[in-house]
C-alpha cells in the first residue's frame, strides 16, 4: 500500500478485515472509501456497527455506530480513529 503502489485490495475488503478484527457482534455498516496518494499517504474510511450482547443472545440494546478512518502515512505506519455517529432524530408526534 505504501511506497506510490496501487493497493491489491480494495477499501472495501480492508474494511471488511478491521471489522472481523474488532470482534464478535461488529459489522459493517457504510461502504468503505479508500483514497491513496502516489507518496503512499492516504485514507481508509468507513463506519462500524457494534451490537452488544444480551442475556440468552436477544442483543443488549440498540447498535452502536462508529466513523472509522484509517491514517495512512509514507513512512508505513497507519492510525485507526473511531468517532461515535450520533443517532438519527426519531419520528415526531404532534
Not at 499517504?41 to 444480551?54: A, D, E
Not at 440494546?61 to 468517532?83: K, W, Y
Amino acid at each position: 500500500m505504501w511506497g506510490g503502489k496501487q493497493p491489491t485490495l480494495d477499501g472495501e475488503v480492508l474494511a471488511n478485515r478491521l471489522v472481523w478484527a474488532m470482534g464478535m457482534n461488529h459489522r459493517l455498516a457504510s461502504p468503505a472509501s479508500l483514497h491513496v496518494e502516489a507518496n503512499g499517504t492516504g485514507t481508509l474510511s468507513f463506519r462500524v456497527g457494534y451490537r452488544p450482547p444480551g442475556p440468552g443472545g436477544a442483543g443488549g440494546g440498540p447498535e452502536r455506530i462508529s466513523q472509522c478512518t484509517v491514517m495512512l502515512t509514507a513512512d508505513h505506519h497507519a492510525r485507526l480513529v473511531t468517532t461515535a455517529v450520533a443517532k438519527p432524530a426519531g419520528p415526531a408526534f404532534d
